[in-house]
């Protein structure tokens, strides 16, 4: 059993509109939540950490957490074509556990 | 001023060969980690350094060998290379071992094994 699934992408989204990516983890004492964004050819660069239930906004980006449902989400209002990418859910027990990502196409 | 960085950012070579990937953090953190991202973009742990110390091994063959010779500097030497070692390496280091601390990624360095 993978210890963090995503979504299976891609996921296009037209530019203005809400792209909404979850993320389930599998060990129920985890503690940290991170969403890292990659561009095609560069590293992972991180955009939202979450430790507590609820939901945490910066900017445009809204990440919400359950740990009872084990369950992360990351929301992108207003979407531009910027955004497109690839979104890594990690959870961090010492070390990150990454799921495979979803990839992100912002349509103009 | 680059916070993470890694030499090369690209190498090829033959099978067989021993090669060596050098990472470099100026952030003053204690902990360093090497990750690999195979052709299907999944990204896993591969080592964690604390302080020069390993603490974290994923099971990876042993013909991968890291070195800290001290906190700032984590290399990673790969004997015998395999087809299937073709991937991108990515360095990354934390504050502490600490899971709320966030981790921050070098460049990459895209490996080809020929």
């Known amino acids: 059993q993978k210890e963090v699934e995503q979504n299976s992408g891609p996921l296009s989204v037209p530019e203005g509109a809400i792209a909404s990516l979850n993320c389930t983890y599998s060990?129920?004492?985890?503690?940290?939540f991170f969403w890292y964004r990659q561009y095609s050819g560069k590293s992972p660069e991180l955009i939202m950490s979450?430790?507590?239930?609820g939901d945490k906004e910066d900017g445009r980006f809204t990440a919400q957490l359950n740990k009872a449902s084990q369950y992360v989400s990351l929301l992108i209002r207003d979407s531009q074509p910027s955004d497109s990418a690839t979104y890594l859910c990690?959870?961090?027990?010492?070390?990150?556990?990454f799921g495979a990502g979803t990839t992100v196409t912002v349509r103009a | 001023d680059t916070a993470v960085s890694q030499t090369p950012k690209y190498l090829v070579t033959q099978m067989g060969n021993d090669k060596s990937i050098k990472c470099e953090q100026n952030?003053?953190?204690?902990?360093m980690y090497w990750y690999k991202q195979d052709s299907k973009k999944f990204l896993k742990i591969m080592f964690s350094?604390?302080?020069?110390?390993?603490?974290i091994n994923e099971t990876v063959p042993n013909r991968f060998s890291p070195k800290s010779p001290d906190k700032a500097h984590l290399n990673l030497h790969i004997n015998s290379l395999e087809l299937g070692d073709s991937a991108v390496y990515f360095c990354?280091?934390?504050?502490?071992?600490?899971?709320?601390?966030?981790?921050?990624f070098g460049p990459g360095t895209r490996l080809t094994v020929l």
């Open positions: 060990d129920r004492g985890s503690q940290s």
């Open positions: 350094y604390n302080n020069k110390e390993l603490i």
């Open positions: 990690a959870v961090n027990d010492y070390k990150l556990s």
């Open positions: 952030l003053g953190h204690d902990t």
């Open positions: 979450i430790y507590s239930n």
């Open positions: 990354a280091s934390s504050q502490r071992q600490d899971p709320l601390n966030e981790q921050f």
